[in-house]
């Protein structure tokens, strides 16, 4: 256990121990490029770890400042970037690195291992997209821009962070707040001069909760302005983002952002990421069409945007008679983990036990994994909303699995983090069922990278997965989120024990695809919008002309003109999904095709479940998700399944 370091951020003396590590690596980096004899032992293995050490420093500071937001971390990450951006820029422009790992890759072509081979690939690779055959000016431009575009995205999130956390509405009429959960009442109220109030906030929980079910409408519409007009500055920063990809992206010798950005995914370019979101909305506006008819049905005024949520919850239990709230004491957190936990020990043999450890936060929690009873790796969970913590939900990577130049087994480490309703002494976290899926969805990519079994760390765990391919685990992980064999092994009242009955599972899988074409058009919107904005220059202006152009085709409600989902489109912008959000449905094919092939071996026992584990699970990032799923699968994927999962008609 030793081998895992304790959790800790030092950040009064962050930046100089950041310095001092940069430092060591630059000299290391120049005795390793005295050598007159270059090997992937000697020269290439030593770099990879280097890059696996300044991670480990620098990963803590990334989560702290996203969990646990202040203005100390802030100032720290702030003036970390820089310094991590500068380094890791000269490093994938030095051409003499680059050189050697030619002549290794030339050389030693016949003696290397798959794994090996594909750490070569992808360097060599990385150095053309990062310029270092390019000049020294042009070289000089591009670490100007890198800097600029991670100052820039942690703008943009930090932004978005404080606009979240300086709105609240406050409710002073008891009727105002009445059909809301009981749990998020007692959250929302306070007392304040003797009177008894409530606050709702743009905090995912609470933000959800009203629009789902907030009778209100004048209150629906206040909160969706708020939200979808959060960080109006961000025009401002996405201008300057834009400006930069694509200035970047011509020094690199590409026509647009789109094209360098496909140069590492599975989807070979831009016409064929396009024809695939085109064929998927074809498919899907017809029955998304029927489906907002039966929204605007039950409404009694013109359905606008901030109405949607409350009746499609109306319609829910009108439809299949069912209340989401009425599930909520059957998903209590530790419950829905520990279910969580059985059901990957049942599918894959793998085992969770936790430990005791002081961390950054009283509600998180830490577990050391085993498969087959070996201690595989660690994990840190962290799964309750707070103020200080970025909203929405994630896997980070912390260390991954390798073996080093002495031969030593290095195990690797992740967090998953998630915004659920709050716990106190008197109320437990109870999820909605959306909460459980996404809990799934993380630890799907939790495993992918802990379970790795691949030895050189840059290919290891989500290391080296195309990012086209890397939500393919999460996905297939969550949709057993439904499955009645899976459900029975956690959904139980937290009060009474009780198992959720079958009548209440049949329900809930019934409802499954409840508005899944009108859900479809939105996930489409979003790629399309993020596509083409890359495939060339937008101002703001342009770029608010092209997603109503979009919009055309893909909003069956109309947005109102102050919405500006665009500032707070953090994935694209924030995030590592630029000119990539189509990913998510394209590893969707991928996750319908392997999860369907389990569920119809019964799930528990599949062939294919363990095939996917040693094919998927243990080899990482170790060759293309093309070339992995083809050895899983036999065949390429098939869109149907797709359709099947969301119960569109093909």
């Not at 809990?439 to 760390?457: K, P, R």
């Amino acid at each position: 256990m030793s081998q895992f370091p304790a959790f800790s951020c030092n950040l009064d003396n962050f930046i100089d121990a950041l310095k001092k590590e940069i430092h060591n690596n630059n000299k290391t980096i120049q005795a390793l490029l005295s050598q007159e004899e270059k090997t992937f032992q000697n020269f290439v293995k030593p770099l990879e770890l280097l890059d696996e050490g300044l991670e480990e420093l620098f990963t803590p500071l990334s989560h702290l400042n996203a969990v646990n937001n202040s203005k100390k971390t802030q100032e720290v990450y702030t003036a970390a970037l820089p310094l991590i951006t500068e380094y890791s820029t000269q490093l994938s422009q030095n051409i003499e690195i680059y050189n050697a790992f030619k002549k290794i890759q030339e050389k030693e072509q016949n003696s290397l291992n798959i794994e090996q081979k594909r750490v070569l690939f992808l360097n060599i690779q990385n150095f053309e997209l990062s310029g270092a055959h390019l000049d020294e000016q042009t070289k000089q431009r591009l670490q100007e821009i890198n800097i600029a575009l991670s100052e820039l995205s942690n703008e943009f999130s930090q932004n978005l962070l404080d606009a979240t956390n300086a709105y609240s509405y406050i409710i002073t009429d008891k009727k105002d707040i009445e059909g809301l959960p009981q749990s998020e009442i007692e959250t929302a109220q306070f007392e304040e001069d003797g009177e008894i109030k409530y606050k709702i906030t743009l905090q995912m929980p609470s933000y959800i909760a009203y629009m789902t079910y907030g009778k209100n409408r004048n209150i629906r519409e206040e909160l969706y302005r708020a939200y979808v007009s959060r960080a109006p500055e961000n025009a401002d920063v996405i201008d300057k983002i834009l400006l930069l990809r694509e200035e970047m992206s011509k020094l690199l010798g590409f026509e647009n952002y789109a094209q360098y950005s496909l140069a590492t995914k599975m989807a070979k370019n831009e016409k064929s990421v396009l024809h695939f979101l085109d064929e998927l909305l074809d498919k899907a506006i017809p029955q998304a069409k029927q489906e907002c008819k039966e929204l605007e049905n039950i409404a009694p005024h013109k359905l606008q945007s901030h109405d949607t949520s409350y009746y499609a919850e109306v319609l829910k239990k009108e439809q299949y008679q069912i209340d989401e709230e009425e599930y909520r004491p059957y998903f209590e957190q530790q419950n829905v983990v520990n279910g969580l936990f059985r059901f990957l020990h049942k599918l894959f043999d793998i085992k969770f036990e936790k430990i005791e450890e002081k961390l950054w936060n009283e509600k998180a929690s830490a577990y050391m994994v085993y498969e087959h009873n070996k201690l595989k790796a660690k994990i840190y969970l962290d799964l309750e909303a707070r103020e200080s913590k970025r909203g929405g939900a994630w896997m980070h990577n912390w260390q991954s699995h390798c073996i080093d130049v002495k031969g030593n087994e290095k195990l690797a480490t992740a967090f998953v983090v998630c915004n659920f309703p709050t716990s106190s002494s008197n109320t437990p976290s109870l999820l909605r069922h959306d909460d459980v899926v996404t809990l799934f969805h993380e630890m799907g990519h939790t495993i992918h990278h802990i379970l790795s079994a691949v030895n050189e760390n840059e290919v290891s765990g989500v290391n080296g997965v195309e990012w086209d391919a890397v939500e393919f685990p999460s996905q297939f992980l969550e949709n057993f989120a439904y499955e009645p064999q899976v459900l029975q092994l956690f959904a139980k009242h937290y009060k009474t024990n009780e198992i959720l009955p079958d009548v209440m599972i049949d329900k809930l899988v019934k409802s499954k695809n409840f508005l899944s074409a009108m859900g479809m058009l939105r996930q489409l919107e979003f790629s399309i919008f993020d596509f083409k904005l890359h495939t060339k220059l937008y101002d703001s202006h342009s770029l608010q002309k092209l997603l109503d152009s979009i919009r055309e085709k893909t909003a069956l409600i109309k947005p109102p003109k102050y919405n500006k989902f665009q500032n707070g489109f953090a994935h694209i912008f924030a995030g590592g999904y630029a000119a990539g959000y189509y990913s998510y449905k394209w590893a969707e094919v991928l996750s319908a095709d392997v999860f369907y092939a389990v569920v119809d071996e019964g799930i528990f026992h599949s062939q294919t479940a363990e095939k996917y584990l040693n094919t998927i699970l243990h080899k990482g990032g170790s060759q293309s998700m093309d070339i992995l799923y083809k050895e899983l699968m036999n065949r390429d994927p098939d869109i149907a399944n797709l359709l099947r999962l969301n119960g569109i008609k093909a």
